[in-house]
């Protein structure tokens, strides 16, 4: 049994320990907002909090996150009302929207890293693809997060 800390509900999980996170928090924990894209680290759209870092959960073994806490898109906030999300609904960010949950959870950790960040801090540090190309629009909801969450 591997023992993780999902939005601060304990779950016990038994599965292969090579199992990646993605498939435990989806199939096994029932939160389909976290996304699967390549399956190979590259794109973002699984990214998740675990223990405070952006990492991608499609490559992550459940194996070694025994006593992980583990946040998702689902527990950033019931109702949408973190700043990240709400400067994206404000900036009308996602098209298609499949990338979106993975680039809101890189972000949020990105801006305690650069409360202030630059068009080049963006480019520089937050690589998650966005196959519409909403890059401008992503830019505008970063600056505009990153505002609010100074007020």
């Excluded at 098209?95 to 650069?114: E, N, P």
Aim: proline share 4%; hydrophobic share 35%; with cysteine.
């Amino acid at each position: 049994m591997i023992n993780i800390d999902v939005n601060g509900t304990q779950h016990q999980i038994d599965v292969e320990e090579d199992t990646p996170l993605l498939w435990v928090l989806r199939d096994i924990v029932g939160l389909s907002g976290t996304k699967f894209g390549c399956g190979i680290a590259q794109c973002g759209a699984c990214t998740v909090h675990i223990d405070g870092e952006a990492l991608r959960s499609c490559s992550i073994p459940i194996g070694g996150l025994d006593g992980a806490k583990v946040v998702t898109i689902e527990g950033l906030s019931k109702d949408s009302t973190h700043p990240v999300q709400q400067a994206w609904i404000a900036e009308d960010v996602p098209q298609c929207g499949y990338c979106q949950s993975g680039q809101i959870m890189a972000t949020v950790r990105f801006l305690k890293d650069f409360p202030n960040p630059t068009d080049a801090d963006i480019d520089d540090n937050l690589s998650n693809i966005c196959r519409c190309g909403t890059y401008e629009r992503l830019r505008k909801a970063i600056h505009r997060a990153a505002a609010m969450m100074k007020a």
